[in-house]
Every structure is written in C-alpha cells, then in structure tokens.
C-alpha cells in the first residue's frame, strides 16, 4: 500500500498511532508550535523556544512530581511511545515510512497524553528495521537523551529502557488491534519488525522479551510520582525503598 497524504491508515488504530498532517483549525497554529529539532537543540541556552521545558513542567503539573528528573523521564517515554507507534504501523500496514525528521515534526509540548505531532511533509521511506531505527533512535531518541541528560541528570540507561519500553508498548497494542480486524498479516510484519530492533545495540538488554510480553531491566522512575506505583512491564514488583540515585540505570 502506498502512503497517502493523510495516513488515514492510521486512524482507526487510535490517538498514539495517529499522526496529523495538515493544520487543524481547532487546534494551534503551525507557527505556534516548535519542531522536534528545535526542541532537542534547546538544551543550550538562548536556542530558541524552550519546548522541552515547557513539557516537563507541564507533566510534573499534571502528575504533581516534585522532582524534575521524574517528569523528564516520563515525557520522554511518552513521546517515545507516539514516535515508535507511528513508525512501527506506518511500516506494517504501509510496508512505508514517512520521513520523521525532526525539522518537519511539529510537537505541541502543552498538550494533554498523547503527545500531540503534525508533520509538515510526507516523503516516503523503506519500511525495513534498518530505516526505523535510523528515524526514531538515531534521528530522535538520541539527541532527545542529550538533551535529558544534560538538563536532567537522567541516566542512559534509563532512557534506553523508556525507549525499548515505548516500542514494546506499541508493539503489543499495533498485534492486538491487528489480530482483532483479522489482519495477521500487519501484525506478523510488525512483530517480525520489532524482534529486528531489539537486536539494535541501543534497544538490546533493555529488558526480557516472552511474545509480546516485555519486563524492563530499569526504572521510569513514575513509583515516585504521588500514587504512582509501578508500571506493568517495570523491573519491580513493588515500589523501591531505596534511593531514586539507584534506580535511574
């Protein structure tokens, strides 16, 4: 199937598989909105709209965690999620990837889960793991982690896991859906897909792997979110008495 403008392919997988690609008059304006590009450069001061901030502020908001470091970690792997969603479906029912760069990736950091992405252009892509990984890791998670880390203190580690934690959430969600309208064939791609990027460097030993099951080797850290506990793929079964310094790896 070829991509077509509106990825409408999509749509009937739900809000994190979606992606817009043309202005929403009830939503913000295009010139409203930072690009993920500008957002990962913002770690240096003076870079321009301070997008990274601004979520992180609003989730810590929202989930009233007094510490920076915890909203940090759980905005990254929400937008995680909605990165790896929109590429992993777009490859298994396209067998196509629409371009993601960052400098045409508009995001709405105020916006309520999931994260809200307009793309300004679609140009297509191979749908093959090689090229996922290239757009998601390398083009988005990796200069996102620079940017955590340096604003944040948040460990590698824990970021590595937030993101193969991500893929494996959107993973299990894009089989079940699939297999629900019968279409075995989409989830069959997407699971052969997904077992190629976790043998990636930067997803491999991020956690265990049973089908579409997944435990993480590491901590999102959302148990110190108030009334948070602990996520169902997390390392632990109960929340840590420990410090939060020996979790974030």
């Not at 601004?54 to 990165?83: K, Y």
Request: net charge positive.
């Amino acid at each position: 199937m070829d991509l077509d403008v509106d990825l409408a392919a999509l749509r009937p997988l739900g809000g994190f598989f979606v992606l817009r690609t043309r202005a929403d008059p009830a939503g913000p304006a295009p010139g409203d909105l930072a690009t993920l590009a500008e957002t990962y450069a913002a770690a240096a001061p003076g870079a321009g709209r301070d997008a990274l901030a601004h979520r992180v502020a609003t989730v810590a908001g929202r989930l009233r965690a007094a510490e920076p470091r915890v909203s940090a970690s759980i905005s990254q792997q929400g937008l995680a999620a909605r990165l790896w969603s929109v590429a992993l479906a777009c490859a298994a029912l396209y067998g196509r990837l629409p371009g993601l760069d960052p400098r045409h990736l508009l995001w709405d950091p105020a916006a309520t889960a999931p994260d809200d992405l307009w793309l300004t252009e679609v140009r297509p892509l191979p749908g093959d793991a090689a090229t996922l990984a290239d757009t998601v890791l390398h083009g988005h998670l990796e200069p996102l982690g620079v940017a955590l880390r340096a604003r944040y203190g948040i460990s590698a580690g824990l970021l590595r896991g937030n993101a193969g934690s991500a893929l494996a959430g959107a993973a299990r969600e894009l089989d079940r859906r699939a297999r629900a309208d019968g279409r075995t064939d989409v989830a069959e791609r997407a699971r052969a897909l997904t077992d190629e990027l976790f043998a990636h460097p930067l997803l491999r030993g991020t956690g265990t792997r049973a089908a579409t099951a997944f435990r993480r080797r590491s901590c999102c850290l959302y148990y110190r979110v108030p009334g948070g506990g602990v996520c169902g793929d997390c390392c632990f079964t109960r929340p840590p008495r420990s410090s939060p310094r020996a979790v974030s790896g």
